[in-house]
């Protein structure tokens, strides 16, 4: 599965913000997806991942509350809402899908990524 991700930008502190993740390919609504950041200077992180089936979620700790994560099967679309953003949320956002069918979100928060998406760059100013 292809994938590429959409919405960056410049927002202010306390600003939202929703990225949107396009894949190519009849299977998606197969895959598990999720989202993953950089910031200058660090290693990349992740940030929310959503099963196959949307049946769970997974959220990083720093965005837990603030940040949902879902997907649109028919638009083959996953989405990160961005709520009460903080400058420590600037990164190069990237979506991902599992490596394999059926893909649930632990697995994405453990790693096991098959195919990444071109980031998405936004900034959050204070």
């Known amino acids: 599965v292809q994938l590429q991700a959409f919405g960056g930008g410049l927002v202010q502190t306390g600003d939202s913000l929703r990225l949107s993740c396009a894949a190519s390919?009849?299977?998606?609504?197969?895959?598990?997806m999720g989202w993953f950041r950089q910031a200058p200077g660090k290693e990349r992180e992740f940030v929310a991942a959503?099963?196959?089936?949307?049946?769970?979620?997974a959220y990083a700790d720093s965005v837990r509350g603030r940040f949902i994560i879902s997907r649109d099967g028919a638009k083959n679309t996953v989405y990160l809402r961005m709520n009460s953003l903080k400058p420590e949320d600037t990164a190069v956002y990237y979506c991902?899908?599992?490596?394999?069918?059926?893909?649930?979100?632990?697995?994405?928060?453990?790693?096991?990524?098959?195919?990444w998406g071109r980031g998405t760059q936004f900034t959050v100013s204070s």
């Open positions: 959503i099963s196959w089936n949307r049946a769970s979620t």
């Open positions: 991902a899908a599992s490596v394999g069918t059926f893909g649930s979100a632990s697995e994405i928060k453990d790693g096991r990524v098959g195919s």
């Open positions: 390919g009849r299977t998606f609504n197969s895959y598990g």
